[in-house]
């Protein structure tokens, strides 16, 4: 008779335990991970709700942070956290007023530049509710390298924009120490106090300026400059025509010599085909373009034209005896007989003077056949212009750079020194409006060869025959030829010249 044992016991590796209660343990780890995440994910919105009736049930008090980072000079920095704090039922007749978010901010900064040996400024925008109904200042100090103690000194604003201004209005800081604070030349750091009202404790710090040791050169801010002249241009923006800023460029690199140069801001208007206009003169060292585009994120006047001229003028102070500002549809003119040498020789003793404007109609041509208008350049072909008197016409400016603590469109006046207007007869402006943004033909209504001597209405405004732009053209664009060579000769088939 056979007897039934116990089935014989299987061998059993003791690194498959091992493996087996590893492999049970995650599993069962990684569940309960998922259980809390999915418990937690679906309380959330009654969390939020909680939270949001217990805030209504508790006062708001915004308390203060400190730090050592954030206390300079005994003030408070302006971080603030808001805390929910116990208290008894409150009022229902109180209200509460909770803020989030910010609409404008105390200060953006543009540029920062040294204006001479004891002054700097500092362009940038700024609230323009906060300086129109509050009193927010600034305050500088210079911290240098050397170990030595800071400098303090309370800051100039100015607001330059005349009151156009939008959400932002523009700031200039002036910056004036009774010494130089980088005499030594072992470099330091301007720091601006921006405060948002009359209280001392509330404001933010930051670098505006940093110079490096030994960077600091005081022949830089007397003559002889860089330049004779120097061309600020304002925003540049809207679907302009490269055409029209190849003549405009020709133009005035002619005009104003070599001893010249010129500064544009891009606001969204330089194009592709009006870059590569510009590129033979950056190669030649004639022109510098800026990248404003960033400038759209804050809503000043007109592109933040206000910001961007007071930003060259102190960016290029001391780069040139004469400053110009003026249109890219706007053109200097000096009758004959004269030169712009002589003229600013004469008007030397003024820290500024301003130019009056030559209105020239947009749409009229003479009905010359002898004439191929379609390879004419613009100022070329447009020769009426308006003939009415004794009414304001618009006026653009020069201004000694050096003599001024800011400046506007039209010109400044935050000047040290005189201002002439009375320049008529010695200096003036062609002005062709709306033509910059037209890629059509631009002689859209002709008139006869009688126009030469006759006066012509249209919408009421009389018009005269006026070829003194018209007579330099062949001039223009031989100079054009001369400077920039080849490339010229490309642009003229591409835009018909």
């Not at 801001?265 to 590129?279: F, I, N, R, Y």
């Not at 062609?430 to 060869?449: A, D, G, K, Q, W």
Request: with cysteine.
């Amino acid at each position: 008779m056979r007897k039934d044992g116990a089935p014989p016991t299987a061998a059993v590796n003791p690194v498959a335990k091992i493996f087996l209660c590893f492999e049970t343990k995650s599993f069962l780890v990684t569940l309960l991970a998922l259980t809390l995440v999915t418990l937690v994910w679906n309380l959330q919105p009654y969390y939020q709700t909680i939270l949001s009736a217990t805030s209504r049930c508790s006062a708001v008090e915004s308390l203060p942070i400190k730090s050592a980072s954030s206390i300079v000079g005994g003030g408070v920095a302006p971080l603030t956290e808001k805390k929910l704090v116990s208290s008894p039922p409150a009022d229902p007749n109180k209200r509460i007023f909770q803020s989030f978010g910010s609409a404008a901010a105390l200060f953006v900064q543009m540029g920062a530049y040294r204006g001479g040996p004891t002054t700097f400024a500092v362009v940038g925008l700024a609230s323009k509710p906060l300086h129109v109904f509050s009193r927010p200042w600034y305050k500088c100090e210079w911290i240098p390298n050397n170990g030595n103690s800071s400098i303090r000194s309370k800051a100039y604003k100015i607001l330059p924009d005349w009151g156009y201004g939008r959400v932002y209005t523009v700031v200039v800081v002036n910056c004036t120490f009774t010494e130089n604070p980088n005499a030594d030349n072992s470099g330091g750091k301007l720091m601006v106090y921006a405060y948002y009202g009359e209280s001392p404790r509330k404001y933010e710090k930051f670098t505006a300026l940093e110079e490096a040791a030994g960077s600091y050169d005081e022949s830089k801010y007397a003559p002889p400059y860089k330049y004779e002249y120097l061309y600020c241009g304002s925003s540049l923006y809207g679907n302009l025509s490269a055409a029209r800023m190849r003549e405009w460029v020709a133009y005035h690199a002619w005009f104003f010599g070599a001893s010249s140069h010129f500064v544009f801001h891009d606001a969204g208007g330089v194009s592709a085909e009006v870059k590569a206009v510009l590129e033979p003169w950056i190669r030649a060292g004639r022109v510098t373009l800026q990248d404003i585009r960033a400038q759209a994120e804050f809503d000043g006047y007109y592109y933040n034209q206000f910001l961007v001229v007071n930003d060259c003028l102190h960016r290029h102070r001391h780069s040139a005896n004469w400053t110009f500002y003026f249109d890219v549809d706007e053109y200097i003119y000096i009758p004959d007989g004269d030169s712009l040498e002589s003229v600013l020789h004469d008007f030397s003793n003024n820290t500024q003077f301003t130019i009056e404007q030559n209105a020239i109609s947009s749409v009229l041509c003479l009905n010359d056949s002898t004439q191929d208008y379609s390879r004419q350049w613009g100022f070329e072909k447009m020769v009426f212009r308006d003939s009415r008197t004794k009414i304001r016409r618009d006026r653009k400016y020069a201004i000694q750079a050096r003599n001024a603590y800011a400046t506007g469109v039209h010109m400044s006046e935050n000047v040290v020194g005189g201002t002439l207007h009375d320049t008529e007869s010695r200096i003036r402006y062609y002005h062709y409006h709306s033509t910059i943004t037209v890629h059509e033909e631009l002689c859209r209504n002709m008139l006869p060869m009688s126009a030469k001597k006759a006066t012509t209405y249209l919408d009421k405004i009389p018009y005269v025959y006026d070829d003194n732009m018209k007579k330099l053209a062949p001039t223009v664009k031989k100079f054009e030829r001369d400077t920039i060579g080849v490339g010229s000769q490309r642009r003229r088939r591409l835009f018909h010249s």
